[in-house]
């Protein structure tokens, strides 16, 4: 059987791929013509692109009489980098949230490796990274001088609230999951009812009620920090659309594994723990990965409330007379900052996917 | 404790299962009438009778899967009612074995059989191993203990899914339809487990239509159809002299092929 496959396979492939192109894009003489027009456009596009970005493009630092000639201007990338990267954050003590940024993404990194999937790896990983990762951007120990979250800016500003709101909106996702399975109707109404709620709603409104619109109506003395409430309203959201997948997981258990777990005594908490979560993550892996990085995408949003992450940082950077033109070479550098941490999600999240379809034809 | 003496003139150390007047109920299908039995420990019962008569439904409200809404049911001492810790420690000491395994797929086999006593025994990781290899080796599982269920046949899957419940070492074991998703040439490896398991005196409760099986080990046979116990008796007699019109249509039925 296997090496029936293994021997055609190559084959087909390698015969399929040309065939492959030769039908759907020279078929027949307009599709031929429209191949070849569309080629070509994309060809000079993409030496449009070339030429500006790299041939031409101006590097020097702090140099913007440099720029102009057709060439992108990537001084102001060399000159006001730790202004994007850092924003308002102490100019001495930028090493610190450097550092901070780089112990964040060790972590993800190592929460990937599949020896560590397990509860206690993740809260081994998380629990000393995630206060390393506090301290020192807040300081206040160890000589570390103290800087307020309200300078925190940049993009260890994007990643606190984006790794509070994953770390935060997993564990919640997982009990609204399981509360819409609960014996109690109360419980599964309410719960159904908020999930349905908050996704019906886009998350700019979302962000919006969170960080201005529910502090006028709470006491002052409720009120707390702008990042905070942020950090609530994005967790609500992402916890609300990943508990249906983390649901639909729980539904693809066979009844029989909770039957066969609940038959050898263990209880609800056990089953959960042991037998049916731990399933129903598995199966989901590739979807929840999905939802990671569609979050990621979506912590742009915080700009419009007035915090002062990546996006906005990015913005400040050219927003002085002798950077104004550059805007452009500004959100490319930051397209591409998003771009690496999305798409190296989305790539280990398809490998995890082909490696699951390996071990389940097993 | 005076429930369990009143059930039974017997002593209750001596009575496994005890099921007095239990009827159950699917919404408004009345799918067990009326059930009466007692297993005595050590008892071998074979359970037989039609698709859809009851049988799973009858063992599972033995460790409460299903729950029953007449009669009483009394399993080793230990009334089944709502209370979830009696329910816990009745389950703790009944082994059951499904028509499918129910393995846990994500674990390997030795895992499998360490899962419940280190979580609900809480014994020791090094003495759980212990007694999953004991019971591994003992339904001829060898060297499979870190493969996962997925990377062995149907017949070596279900001889382990009777080693991880006999890992609690249970007072009592159901079994539902055992062999029934088995192909032929795996079906002896499966009953010849169960066989040794019963020539070592476990109290066994058994949904199966193996009547060569039944007639080899069980001490009695029970005949169900249409959610009731119709006829029951040792196997010489239930095989060779049916009292009951049905009896002898099922029986013909299953032994004709
Ligand atoms: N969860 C359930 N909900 C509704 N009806 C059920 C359920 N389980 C079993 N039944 C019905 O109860 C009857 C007895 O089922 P079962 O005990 O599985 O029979 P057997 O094991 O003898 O084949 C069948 O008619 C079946 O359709
Ligand atoms: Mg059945």
Known sequence: MTVITSQIRPNAKAGGAREWLRKSFFGNWFDACLSIVLLFISLKLGWSFLQWALLNAVWTPNAPELCG??????????????????????ADEQWRAALACLIIVAAVVMTCIPR???????????????????????????????????????????LYIYASTILLGMPSAILIALGRRSPYPAIRIILGLVVDLVRSLPLLTILFSFSLVIPLFLPAQLTFDKVYRVIIGFTLFFACYQSEVIRGG??????????????????????MGHVVLPQALRNTMPMTINQFVVTFKDTSFI???????????????????????????????????????SYSMSKYGKYLELKMKASSAR | METTLSASNEAPSVIAI???????????????????????????????????SGKSTLIRCINRLEEHQEGDIVVDGIEITDNTRNIDSVRSEVGMVFQNFNLFPHLTILENCVLAPTLVRRVTRKEAEETALHF???????????????????????????ARALCMQPRIMLFDEPTSALDPEMIKEVLDTMIEL???????VCVTHEMGFAQAVA?????????????????????????????????????GH
């Open chain 2, 18 to 52: 005890t099921m007095r007047g239990v009827n159950k109920w699917y919404g408004s299908y009345h799918a067990l009438r009326d059930i009466n039995l007692s297993v005595r420990h050590g008892e071998r019962i074979v359970l037989c009778g039609p698709s859809g």
């Open chain 1, 116 to 158: 560590f999937f397990t509860l206690k790896g993740i809260l081994m990983i998380w629990g000393v990274s995630f206060p390393s990762f506090l301290l020192l951007m807040g300081g206040g120990y160890f000589g570390l001088s103290p800087v307020p979250t309200e300078r925190w800016s940049g993009l260890p500003l994007t």
């Open chain 1, 69 to 90: 000639a057709g060439g992108a201007c990537w001084s102001v990338i060399s000159t006001r980098w730790r202004l994007i990267f850092f924003g308002l954050y102490p």
């Open chain 1, 250 to 271: 729980l539904q693809s258990v066979a009844s029989g594994q909770e039957e066969a777990a609940r038959a050898l005594g263990l209880n609800y908490f056990q089953r």
């Open chain 1, 303 to 341: 700009v419009v409330v007035g915090l002062f992450e990546l996006l906005a940082a990015a913005k400040s950077a050219y927003g002085v007379p002798e950077w104004s033109a550059y805007s452009k070479e500004v959100y490319v550098f930051i397209a591409l900052i998003y771009f690496v941490f």
């Open chain 2, 136 to 162: 591994l080796e003992k339904v001829r599982i060898p060297e499979q203990a870190h493969k996962f269920p997925g990377q062995l046949s149907g017949g070596q899957q279900q001889r382990v899914a009777i």
């Open chain 2, 219 to 255: 001490d009695r046979v029970i005949f169900m159809d249409r959610g009731e116990i119709v006829e029951e008796g040792p196997p010489k007699t239930f095989f060779n002299n049916p009292q009951s019109e049905r009896t002898r249509s099922f029986l013909g039925k299953i032994l």
């Open chain 2, 198 to 204: 019963a020539n070592e005196g476990t109290t066994m």
